[in-house]
């Protein structure tokens, strides 16, 4: 499956944005999806996950609240609603996915498919 992020930009404090994670090759639908971010110097990290089925979603203590994780499998594609946005939130934002669902999903190295990333830049 090859993944598509796109959404990024700059916003102020406070604000919002919408980011899009389009797959194609197979449907989406049946896999495990996952956003992480990637701040300036700094490791990547784990943002937000939704199991595919149920759509039960997972987040990071960081974004909890405030990012909401979702998908269209009649599109293919997985969003990440980030709101209240901090000048912290700023970072380089990589879609991933893989088959299996695990309740290991924080982990960089257990998701098989990465997205370009896309950047987000968050103004004070």
């Known amino acids: 499956v090859q993944l598509q992020a796109s959404g990024g930009g700059l916003v102020q404090a406070g604000g919002s944005l919408r980011l899009s994670c389009a797959a194609s090759?197979?449907?989406?639908?049946?896999?495990?999806m996952a956003w992480f971010r990637q701040p300036p110097g700094k490791e990547r990290v784990f943002v937000a996950a939704?199991?595919?089925?149920?759509?039960?979603?997972y987040y990071a203590d960081s974004v909890k609240g405030r990012f909401t994780v979702s998908r269209d499998n009649a599109k293919n594609t997985v969003y990440l609603q980030m709101s209240s946005l901090k000048p912290e939130d700023t970072a380089v934002y990589y879609c991933?996915?893989?088959?299996?669902?695990?309740?290991?999903?924080?982990?960089?190295?257990?998701?098989?498919?990465w997205g370009q990333g896309t950047l987000v830049t968050v103004s004070s």
């Open positions: 991933a996915a893989r088959i299996h669902w695990s309740v290991i999903f924080s982990e960089t190295s257990t998701w098989y498919y």
């Open positions: 090759g197979r449907s989406s639908s049946t896999y495990a």
């Open positions: 939704i199991r595919p089925g149920t759509s039960t979603t």
